[in-house]
């Protein structure tokens, strides 16, 4: 990742927990939300490892790889949509970060000793504005809505841990922003 490199490491930090808390979740769930733990456990790992700052080396071209298969794991059910489709946006916006990262190279900027930015102006403010729009989006979801004694929420009954699934996809989508904005 390009950028100061307490930023790099604070998102390190960040997305490893993250990633470790879908995996605790994933271990307390079944069925589609088992497997969207896991992919957002996969997707928090992935981001911890592509987060690591430009002086430590990095294999962009197996990140590239991961997330390629991960997106090919996501196509089939994204065509349903909801969130099936963001895990194939955030698996494709994985792969083109690892793939604009490795064409940065490691050469020097200005005498700086930053790598060259990388990407394609145009993709990466398209993601930059979804990733924006989908943390506004699911952060309203954390929001306590007045609800009458007694009934359910405005979706229905609140399921236990809900909470924690909307945080942790809060925090990787702002991760994913932090990320999107070095590059």
Known sequence: MHGPAM?????????????????????????????????????????????????????WVAYAAVFGAASLHAAWPARRGGHHLHHLV???????????????????????????????????????????????LAGTRLVPVAVAVGGPGPDGPVAAGAGVAVACRVSMGTAMLAMLLTL
């Open 7 to 59: 930023t790099g490491w604070l998102l390190v930090a960040m997305c490893g927990v993250t990633g470790a808390s879908c995996l605790v979740r994933m271990r307390r769930c079944a069925g589609a939300e088992r497997t969207a733990a896991g992919g957002e456990a996969l997707m928090g790992f992935g981001m911890a490892a592509m987060a690591v700052p430009v002086s430590v080396p990095q294999g």
């Open 90 to 136: 955030g698996s494709l916006a994985m792969v083109y970060m690892a793939v604009a990262m490795a064409g940065a190279g490691s050469g020097t900027h200005g005498g700086h000793g930053l790598a060259d930015p990388g990407g394609v102006p145009l993709v990466t403010g398209a993601l930059l504005a979804y990733y924006a729009v989908y943390v506004v």
